[in-house]
């Protein structure tokens, strides 16, 4: 045998002692893994935080009155503390959960998120050691199983204002109103105080009804008082009001609020519109037992400055527009606002959707770009709501409690090809001006925009199932180089197409029917995620961040 060479020999010796304190040593093993882990969550975290902008929240303060102007810090103050409250409703250990985060950046997306979970990637966890988020959040306890509440002698088992807790091994029902009594009873008397200095009598009747409704939780008096409002020039949504958060069942509402200043130019504009609500449903592309309900036109239609977002509604991506009361009752008998959230509206248009529509539609197409049409479409989207069916003609009683978590998202669909199809009809009537190339385009780019929100989130998959379901009908294009063309007049007919089966499935209340049409089509192909993924690339941002309330508190003073 061969002497082995000294070098070689040492190079074993050391090897082997490497290889002996590395097996005798599992927890620098370990230690490797979770720095790999951790280095991956940092690059992830890093690349995630880019896709929001930054924009500033501003509004002329000059329109307001001298009462305005002292109104206005207190709508902030009563908002930031539905901030606090959404914060223990999505993540109540916020500040634990900071205090161990080193890393700035990963603090901010922390925030920005309401948690440890990427919003507008399903949900995906990206601090070390969180696991996946649950459905029920901290609606429900822990672990507790949708057989369970169903099965339970609950009185409030899909409320609202409520959460579910766990008493000596039974379920029981909490009003918010007792869980978060200290926070509620601090915003309400900022409301009241706020009441107390508006000159606006319609508005000092809201204050102090929606000041009761948040120690009562009996909001539907608030609610009328809200949409008797037509003097106000500010105007404050604030409570629980949205049931996205609650993903196991989609009943409990969170906390939100937005501050607003009314565009009293625009709002005049918009105003003819609602009364149109009536004639545009009789015009419904569907079978005439699902458009037999009569849509309220007591509505109004507004344009605001959105001066402070908080809660719900400031969580990954931001809402442009809001249609509310969601109370089905409230929207048959008096109708809803429309708010138009202009300010808000414009930074998406300028620093979103202009670019990806320069990336991915049509060169001949992108002339068709146009804000004005980008608004209508997204005013059009929260005047929809209205339109279609409240009430199952099956007998399963209202279409949200039929559908319980396949609602949101059918709903959101619902309301932007009936938006759609609003334009089509409005132009052919002359009540709406421009080209309808303009609005079908603009269209085309805004969903190109939202598919990029993710499959969790409602509005995300609506947009899936419309892309997907004009894709199949040949409404659009995609060629050789990754751009979309819209084909018009195959455009008009997939809109018709969409509309009759989402107020077909809505109607029926057939909850499978509508899990399976998520399932086929509330997904991202791989063709789309490699065009989103350029725009990504390009440095395109997918949602906005707001710096929003120092300025306007300053200005204040």
């Known amino acids: 045998m061969k002497k082995l060479n000294k070098t070689f020999v040492l190079f074993l010796g050391l ?7 590395s097996c005798n040593n599992p927890e620098k093993t370990t230690i490797n893994k979770e720095k790999k882990a951790g280095d991956s969550l940092q690059n992830y975290v ?3 935080l880019a896709i929001y902008e930054k924009v500033k929240l501003t509004t002329n303060l000059n329109v307001l009155t001298p009462s305005e102007r002292k109104v206005l810090p207190l709508l902030i103050e009563a908002a930031k503390i539905m901030d606090d409250l959404f914060w223990k409703q999505a993540y109540p250990q916020r500040d634990s959960l900071l205090s161990t985060i080193k890393d700035e950046k990963t603090k901010q997306f922390v925030m920005i998120n309401y948690g440890p979970w990427d919003r507008l990637n399903g949900d995906k966890p990206f601090v070390n050691g969180i696991g996946a988020k649950t459905e029920g959040g901290t609606f429900y306890p822990t672990g507790m199983t949708k057989e369970q509440l169903e099965k339970s002698d609950v009185k409030d088992k899909f409320g609202l204002y409520s959460v579910i807790r766990t008493e000596k091994d039974k379920l029981i029902s909490v009003p918010y109103h007792v869980i978060y009594a200290t926070e509620l009873q601090k915003a309400s008397s900022l409301l009241k105080q706020a009441a107390l200095l508006t000159d606006d009598a319609s508005f000092k009747k809201y204050l102090n009804l929606r000041a009761d409704a948040l120690v009562t939780d009996n909001y539907k008096a608030s609610d009328y008082a809200w949409l008797d409002m037509k003097t106000n ?4 949504i604030i409570g629980p009001i949205e049931n996205y958060e609650d993903k196991l069942f989609n009943a409990r509402a969170a906390f939100e609020s937005y501050v607003l200043v009314k565009d009293k130019v625009w709002s005049k504009r918009l105003a003819k519109y609602v009364a149109m609500l009536p004639d545009l449903q009789r015009g419904l592309p569907v079978d005439e037992k699902y458009k037999k309900e009569v849509p309220g036109t007591d509505s109004e239609l507004n344009a605001y400055d959105v001066v402070y977002y908080a809660g719900d509604c400031n969580s990954g991506s931001k809402t442009i527009a809001v249609n509310l009361p969601n109370d089905e009752e409230i ?15 414009q930074a998406k248009f300028d620093k979103i959707l202009v670019p990806i529509a320069n990336e991915l539609i049509d060169k001949d197409q992108q002339q068709y770009i146009k804000f004005d049409a980008f608004f209508a479409n997204v005013m059009f989207h929260e005047v929809a709501h209205g339109l279609g069916i409240k009430n199952t003609i099956t007998g399963k009683g209202t279409v949200r409690s039929a559908l319980k978590e396949q609602y949101s998202w059918l709903e959101e669909g619902k309301a932007d090809i009936l938006g759609l199809y609003m334009v089509t009809g409005l132009l052919k009537k002359g009540e709406l001006t421009g080209d ?3 609005y079908y385009t603009t269209f085309m780019a805004g969903l190109l ?19 997907n379901f004009f894709k199949e009908r040949g409404a659009f294009q995609r060629s050789t180089n990754g751009t979309y063309k819209v084909d018009f007049t195959k455009f008009a007919l997939a809109m018709n197409d969409l509309s009759k089966f989402i107020i077909t499935l809505q109607g029926n209340g057939d909850k499978v029917a509508v899990e399976k049409a998520q399932k086929t089509n509330g997904i991202i192909a791989a063709e789309l995620q490699g065009d989103l993924d350029r725009l990504s690339k390009k440095g395109i941002p997918v949602d906005l961040v707001f710096e929003q309330g120092v300025d306007i508190l300053g200005m204040m003073k």
Do not use: P, W
């Not at 929207?331 to 959230?341: F, H, N, P, V, Y």
């Not at 990029?452 to 199932?465: D, S, T, V």
């Open 46 to 48: 890093d690349d995630r």
């Open 331 to 345: 929207q048959q008998k008096k109708g809803t606002r429309r708010s138009q959230l202009k300010n808000a509206m």
């Open 449 to 467: 925009r939202s598919v990029r929100f993710g499959a969790a989130e409602a509005h995300g998959k609506a947009n899936m199932q419309c892309f």
């Open 436 to 438: 309808i190339k303009d």
């Open 15 to 21: 090897s082997i002692t490497a290889c002996l304190f």
């Open 233 to 236: 020039g500010l105007d404050i």
